[in-house]
């Protein structure tokens, strides 16, 4: 199948005074039309930063995207201007943020925020966008009759529903959600993941979901990268990962969740902290941490290889 | 607003602008404030039928008469009818007050906003010539544009808008710098905005409480620097009533005939009242945040 994004060896820094801070260390990965693919990983492991690179809103000047490719349906997104830029997001690429509460205009009525993206990218009339809006609405599950209504008086999911059919008004091909429902409760969440499920496979859209809960991704994914100090250590399928994962550092996560079914006294908690982002080892940035790790992990540079099909790691104890 | 909605889908652009006029009337001193306003313009507008005598009646056979009923507010040292001058006066200041402040206001935040927005050089080089015109007193200032234009009604304007644009922008800047760390403004630039609409369309209206409470106060301001200026001969000439100007022309007489100062000193308060009345409703009405 046709790839509809592919980002290549994408680098991206932050000057903070003297230190550069290395956000994101050359992750690669791709995606088809239709499919979701989870980025997953700890605070800090610079999923938001990956997304932002990929909508070239990496905040400059201390931000500087360093080095890769994206490949939106083979034009490199990097290499346009700003300008351009702004013809593709909210059209072709859209972003949702993560906290509800604060990416809504508290000036404006919800009705006219999703109306906004309408205005900006096509050419239909105030009447027309007005009609689409609220046809969006009632997909996303609030009653059109709330267009008048303002952000304050709606709750977190409600909110979050509004920042998704903002997202979505104008069909974007490729949609990127960054941690979508880690500001909601438990059930919101749920009703909210089944929402963008339903309205993903009806529009086709592509989905890059951004988040720490596991439990999501294997809700909503089909593939899975999870990341680590800037880096893709295990990238497959979502089953790949989830029944065999190979990493050390997957292996981690999966054993700090509870399990249902097992009677687990205390969770297994990964030891450490993540490498300091502005000196990052030499070598494999998960080593200090890691239970198999000797003395040749912490100086030799970690190749992602491939173990099983489309089944990535950067480890070479297990490839 | 549910009450107002129709529950169809041709509702609407205008319901927004019909929703803040709606609360705008709900709101009791509001009214009463644009009440006042509407009066004063009324008053600005025929003031040739409505004032008893001319503003430049001169009759010194009846200096200082006190307030009575043919001279509703008394008469001055050179036994001009108060009441008649205010109605006139009422021209001069509600113009240089109301057009003043549009000016310093229009521009303060112009550049706050572009200061505020982009930061960096943009900001240190507008900040830092607002930060020379504050170190200069804005009278000073207004006195050597008044005194570089000479004398003149719209001289004056321009040099006291001049006066009072760093305060603007100062005012702009800062709220702009805090409106545009919020998410929703990276939430706008994600859906392709650019940068003038995200000014435009979603950071300034998130500063208007700031600036509209700046700039009721700026007319009050403008009306009493226009009245240092006249008073020191660079603003409007004598006879033209203005109400500063007769606030200091009647100064010397304070101890024996109070009122010659009284009623101008009235008139200026009451504007200002009326205004800010104005503003702090119009700020609730445009904030939905108040609603109730």
Redesign the interface.
């Known amino acids: 199948m046709e790839k509809l994004i592919e980002v290549k060896d994408l680098r991206i820094e932050f000057a903070s005074g003297k230190k550069i801070v290395k956000a994101v260390n050359g992750v690669s990965f791709s995606l088809e039309k239709g499919k979701t693919i989870g980025l997953v990983g700890e605070t800090g492991a610079g999923k938001t930063t990956t997304a932002l690179g990929i ?1 070239n ?1 990496v905040p400059a ?1 201390a931000g500087r995207i360093r080095g890769g490719e994206v490949l939106f349906k083979g034009e490199d997104l990097l290499t346009k201007t700003q300008q351009e ?7 072709r690429i ?2 949702i ?1 993560q ?1 509800p509460m ?8 919800v009705g ?1 925020q999703i109306a ?2 309408l205005h ?2 096509t050419k239909l009339s ?2 027309e966008a ?2 689409k809006a ?1 046809d969006m609405m009632e997909r996303v599950g609030i009653p ?2 709330r ?4 952000p ?1 008086q709606f709750s977190g999911g409600m909110k979050q529903r509004v ?1 998704i059919a ?2 979505l008004a104008c069909s974007p091909e490729l949609l990127i959600a960054d941690e979508p429902t880690t500001a909601l409760d438990v059930t919101i969440q749920a009703q909210v993941l089944d929402m963008m499920r339903n309205i993903r496979n009806k529009l086709n859209t592509s989905m890059i979901m951004i988040t720490h809960d596991l439990g999501v991704v294997k809700e909503i994914c089909d593939q899975v990268a999870v990341m680590y100090a800037g880096q893709i250590i295990e990238s497959g399928s979502l089953k790949q990962i989830y029944k065999n994962p190979q990493h050390p550092y997957t292996e981690g996560l999966f054993k700090s969740l509870p399990k249902i079914n097992e009677n687990t006294e205390r969770l297994i908690p990964i030891k450490g902290i993540m490498p300091d982002p502005t000196n990052l080892p030499e070598g494999c940035s998960f080593a200090s941490r890691c239970p198999i790790a000797d003395k040749s992990c912490v100086n030799i540079r970690q190749l992602s290889k491939e173990i099983e099909k489309g089944h990535f790691i950067r480890c070479m104890k297990r490839s | ?2 009450k ?2 129709k ?1 169809n ?5 205008s ?2 602008s019909k ?1 803040i006029a709606y609360r705008l009337w709900q709101n009791k001193a509001a009214m009463a404030g644009l009440l006042i306003l509407l009066v004063y313009v009324f008053l600005a507008i025929f003031a040739d039928h409505l004032a008893p005598y001319g503003f430049d009646d001169q009759d010194l056979s009846r200096r200082f008469i006190r307030p009575s009923a043919k001279y509703l507010f008394g008469t001055d040292n050179l036994g001009r009818d108060i009441f008649s001058r205010i109605i006139y006066g009422t021209r001069i200041s509600l113009r240089v007050g109301l057009i003043s402040v549009a000016i310093s206001s229009s521009i303060g935040t112009l550049l706050g906003a572009i200061a505020g927005f982009y930061g ?1 050089a943009v900001d240190n080089i507008i900040m830092r010539c607002v930060d020379v015109m504050l170190a200069i007193p804005s009278i000073l200032l207004a006195i050597s544009i008044a005194a570089a234009l000479g004398p003149g009604l719209s001289n004056v304007m321009i040099a006291i808008s001049i006066g009072s644009i760093p305060s603007f922008a100062r005012i702009v800047r800062a709220s702009v710098l805090t409106v545009k760390e ?3 403004v ?9 940068d003038l ?1 995200i000014i435009v ?2 950071i300034l ?2 500063c ?1 409480a700031t600036i509209i409470v700046q700039a009721t106060l700026g007319v009050a301001g403008a009306i009493l620097s226009t009245s240092g200026l006249s008073f020191i001969g660079l603003g409007i000439s004598p006879p033209t009533p203005e109400w500063g100007s007769m606030l200091s022309a009647g100064r010397q007489y304070i101890r024996d005939h109070g009122y010659i100062v009284f009623f101008p000193g009235l008139a200026i308060m009451i504007t200002i009242f009326a205004l800010n009345l104005f503003g702090d409703g119009l700020r609730d009405a ?4 108040l ?1 109730t």
């Open positions: 909508m809103l000047p830029m702004r013809q593709t997001r909210g059209n859209s972003m943020f906290d604060t990416s809504l205009n508290p000036v404006f009525t006219d906004e993206g900006l990218h105030a009447l007005t009609v609220q059109a009759a267009y008048n209504e303002y304050h920042i903002i997202a | 607003m549910k107002s909605f529950g889908s041709k509702l609407v652009k319901s927004q929703e960096k919020q998410e929703f990276e939430a706008a630039r994600s859906i392709g905005a650019s609409r369309r979603h209206p998130n208007l445009l904030d939905p945040r609603k």
